[in-house]
């Protein structure tokens, strides 16, 4: 089975553009999961994705978005990039609806820094 | 103000030791998890629990959830368990919560 895959590994922008980050979760999961690494910090949640509908996001502003399409996988957009948001972006997929009612199967990240 | 605190934040100890790391949470949950993270930075999921206690392999996990608490035990540790330990939590608003890990070494 296919573990949780994102691309582009690395991702060098400059300030002010925009970043687009994608995902693939483990086949016959539905829900995506967007969290943020910044260096020296914990994890911070971003984005819920299921069924395609965005079902919560956390305290980030609106700069970040997303969507989820119809085959489950997902992708992370970023505008108007600033130098605090070089970090590791990490998408995790579970099974079901609830949100974290299941285990999290995590992929090994986008590193993105902004020069 | 941290939702989630976990302790020892640095925890070095000999091969064979048992390994306790807790932690603290101040909202309420529907679900506790704990990752493990290696230096590359991927990230595995541990364990999953709302009540009791679960165990796999030579790791434990509990959770109290009257006093808010959850303690990760590693028995007969190895240095395969070198990692950053992370417990993360989800609310009843479906907001999820990370605390910011325990590094732990485990020397031979």
């Known amino acids: 089975e296919a573990g949780v895959t994102q691309s582009p590994t690395h991702l060098i922008k400059t300030r002010g553009q925009q970043a687009t980050l994608r995902c693939s979760p483990i086949?016959?999961?539905?829900?995506v999961y967007w969290y943020q690494q910044a260096l020296g910090l914990g994890l911070q949640f971003l984005l819920w994705y299921d069924e395609g509908e965005e079902r919560n996001r956390g305290n980030f502003p609106p700069r970040f978005s997303g969507r989820q399409f119809p085959n489950y996988s997902s992708e992370l957009n970023v505008n108007a990039l600033e130098l605090e948001d070089s970090a590791l972006y990490l998408c995790?997929?579970?099974?079901?609806?609830?949100?974290?009612?299941?285990?999290?199967?995590f992929g090994d990240g986008t590193r993105l820094s902004i020069l | 103000k941290n939702e989630v605190e976990q302790s020892p934040q640095n925890l070095t100890a000999q091969e064979g030791e048992f390994i306790t790391i807790n932690c603290s949470y101040s909202?309420?949950?529907?679900?506790l998890h704990w990752l493990q993270q290696h230096p590359g930075g991927g990230i595995v999921s541990l364990f999953m629990?709302?009540?009791g206690k679960k165990k796999h392999g030579r790791l434990i996990a509990t959770i109290n959830i009257q006093e808010k608490h959850s303690s990760l035990h590693i028995t007969a540790s190895h240095p395969r368990d070198s990692a950053v330990y992370i417990c993360?939590?989800?609310?009843?608003?479906?907001?999820?919560?990370f605390g910011t890990g325990t590094s732990l070494t485990v020397i031979p």
């Open positions: 909202v309420g949950i529907s679900a």
């Open positions: 629990l709302s009540s």
């Open positions: 993360a939590v989800r609310d009843t608003g479906n907001q999820f919560y």
């Open positions: 086949s016959g999961h539905t829900s």
């Open positions: 995790a997929s579970s099974k079901g609806t609830h949100g974290w009612s299941q285990p999290q199967h």
